[in-house]
């Protein structure tokens, strides 16, 4: 089958460029201003917005885990080290888990984003109070120049994330008394520590002259650096639409695949293979689950816990695969380390759930964490079953294989300012 794929690619393989048109309006961004992107850069990379000052965003999205962290789900505040080397604080340990994968931040400044977290529970709405919905309601939208921006400020308000345990640090107390946007609430206790620092102020007046340091004035200048540093939009695949290059033939193979019998973008569409949608496909729950603290299961039901809809139980947010080979673990709790596994998930999801064993996944050691809980319960695992939306097909070994050489073509690993030397707060800036 793969040998008749390639003869076919190779006879068609200067029609990319026309295929291009097939793939609808190319992704738009934002006009770049360097003197906010400077001040986003640093701030970033500055542990000067977590709780106990250990955690930056670059802990849980670092470049050299393709902007994510490498594991299935995150130790945040708590741990120590980056990636897959990271490990407990014995002296603080985390209370749990991150609930959820880590994604990659890839492309995020393109207007067609207009969704964020898995399960979308942040998203452009016109109906809502400035137009964005979240579940913190219309305080967590004053001042945020876009969904990214609120998005990005979503992880310092989180306990297990960036704000810390219990009464340890002024800004978890202040989360865990939900005060957030209140006058003197976490917000003001977040701006006033960058306030603070002298080459914050001035970087602040000179970016946004007039204008006060606020949490969202720091959420905006933060996704203006995620805007422009992982834009990702000249992969090969981009030359090749564009007739500038020619995919090697098993890629090719593979994109007439994905484009054709495999089916892959009836929900991997348009530029950014995404259809921004949510869809259940029996996706292993691993973990301690998207629960309240007060809710005694380990679920993730997904974009239900947003809508309330049953016909949203356990969908999940179609990723981008703008590069995807650089930010396994795949899933919406990083269930698979490869890309080949995810593939053949998606081949057959309910027997691939059936199947699943736990060492599929990344898990940094956590003692104490029943990561199991879901996957041994029968009727929590024939719930996530009957939500497949997905048909079941066969892909033989060259096909997967070719899917991944076209998977490849995607890649385009833009990184523009790195990671800085040092950052203001004369703390250690992550990841250096």
């Not at 949608?277 to 029996?282: E, L, N, P, S, V």
């Not at 059936?354 to 996957?375: C, E, F, K, M, V």
């Amino acid at each position: 089958m793969i040998a008749v794929l390639i003869a076919l690619s190779i006879l068609v393989g200067g029609a990319t460029a026309g295929f291009a048109q097939d793939l609808g309006p190319r992704p738009s961004f934002p006009d770049p201003d360097p003197e906010r992107i400077a001040l986003g850069h640093l701030l970033f990379y500055d542990p000067i917005l977590s709780g106990n000052k250990g955690v930056s965003c670059a802990t849980c999205h670092h470049p050299d885990f393709g902007t994510s962290d490498g594991v299935s789900l995150a130790l945040g505040d708590g741990g120590v080290g980056l990636g897959p080397e990271r490990k407990l604080d014995p002296d603080n340990p985390p209370e749990q888990r991150i609930p959820r994968n880590a994604p990659g931040l890839w492309n995020l400044g393109a207007a067609q984003f207009t969704r964020f977290f898995h399960d979308g529970r942040l998203e452009l709405d016109p109906s809502q109070p400035n137009g964005i919905r979240t579940p913190l309601g219309a305080d967590m939208t004053r001042g945020f120049d876009s969904p990214l921006a609120a998005q990005a400020m979503f992880p310092v308000l989180s306990g297990d994330e960036m704000a810390g345990h219990y009464s340890e640090n002024e800004i978890s107390r202040a989360v865990r008394q939900g005060l957030l946007a209140q006058p003197g609430g976490a917000w003001d206790k977040i701006a006033d520590r960058v306030a603070l620092i002298p080459a914050y102020r001035e970087g602040f007046a000179q970016a946004i002259p007039g204008e006060p340091i606020t949490f969202a004035a720091i959420a905006n200048v933060i996704a203006d650096f995620i805007a422009f540093e992982w834009r990702a939009d000249n992969a090969l695949f981009d030359r090749a639409m564009r007739g500038e290059a020619e995919l090697p033939p098993q890629a090719r193979a593979g994109m007439t695949l994905f484009y054709g019998s495999a089916g892959c973008a009836t929900c991997h569409a348009g530029w950014l293979q995404t259809d921004h949608r949510f869809h259940a496909i029996a996706m292993p729950q691993i973990g301690p689950g998207k629960a309240a603290r007060f809710e005694p299961h380990a679920r993730d039901e997904g974009r239900f816990r947003v809508t309330g809809d049953p016909a949203d139980a356990f969908a999940f947010r179609t990723p981008s695969l703008r590069n995807v080979t650089l930010t396994a673990p795949y899933g919406h709790g990083g269930a698979y380390a490869t890309l080949e596994a995810v593939i053949r998930h998606h081949a057959d999801p309910v027997d691939a759930l059936n199947a699943y064993r736990l060492d599929a996944a990344i898990l940094p050691r956590l003692p104490g964490a029943d990561d199991q809980r879901i996957l041994s319960n029968p009727d929590e695992m024939a719930a996530i079953a009957d939500a497949n939306v997905l048909a079941p097909q066969k892909l033989e070994a060259d096909e997967i294989a070719a899917l991944i050489a076209f998977l490849k073509t995607l890649e385009d690993p833009a990184e523009r300012l790195g990671i800085p030397e040092s950052v203001p707060s004369g703390l250690p800036p992550v990841g250096r």
